[in-house]
């Protein structure tokens, strides 16, 4: 079984040396490393070639990809564009200055091994910010007419589910992962939950920072989805009332 993971950056030299180092450090490579820049001006590009010649003095046989992101389409667009060149049997979406657990992909692999008609297999996460760290606990799925109940960063995605389902939906620029793994649950994709920790995460990305537009594309994606009209705008007070 073949995975790829897919990195999308912009002046990411302060934290994606950490990120390619836990991809490196497991112990089931992957064939493909496939990097989405967005115009990176620093280190970032340096970085990348140099794990590659690494890679290769190690003979981990991982393909490394440089992919030019030249129109401006975020986050959301650099996944489609990665997306768009991946053959291999699962998908790995590893943001620049997020990592992996040591064991993480062993871990994955043996699900996805075990349980043939998982489409997305996913677990807790680490939240950190500074020098605190927490984790976070997976939700039921049920609730994802209120809220996202997963980390996108420890989901794990077959190939086929994107060929199914569809791609993210570029119109969301923050809540695109929201939006396409509630897609994949109301088209009744298996999800197979593993409980133990899989990925750290470093607070202060873009959902972080722009909370108001995130609580707006939450909700208007949840009213597109939720057989319960007014339970997206329930959920959505609730979170502006919380700051959240």
Sequence with gaps: MTYSIITACLNSSRTIQRSIDSVLEQKGKPEE????????TDDTLKIISEKEIFSENNNFKT??????????SGITGAWNLALRE?????VFILNSDDWYEPDTISTILSAFEADPDAGIVYGSIYFHRGEDKYLRNCR????????????HPS???RK?????AGLFDGKYRISADYEFLYRCYNKGIKFCEIRKP?????LGGTANSNRAAARTETREIAKKYCP????PDVAYLARLVAGR
Aim: charge should be negative; proline fraction near 8%; aromatic fraction near 14%.
């Design 33 to 40: 490393y496939i990097f989405v820049d967005g115009g990176s």
């Design 63 to 72: 393909s490394f990809k440089i992919i030019e992101q030249k129109e401006k």
């Design 86 to 90: 991946i053959d291999s049997d699962l």
């Design 140 to 151: 039921p799925l049920w609730m994802f007419p209120a809220m996202m109940p997963i980390a």
């Design 155 to 157: 989901c794990f995605v």
């Design 160 to 164: 086929s589910v994107y060929d199914k």
């Design 198 to 202: 899989l990925v750290n995460m470093e």
């Design 228 to 231: 319960v009209p007014l339970l």
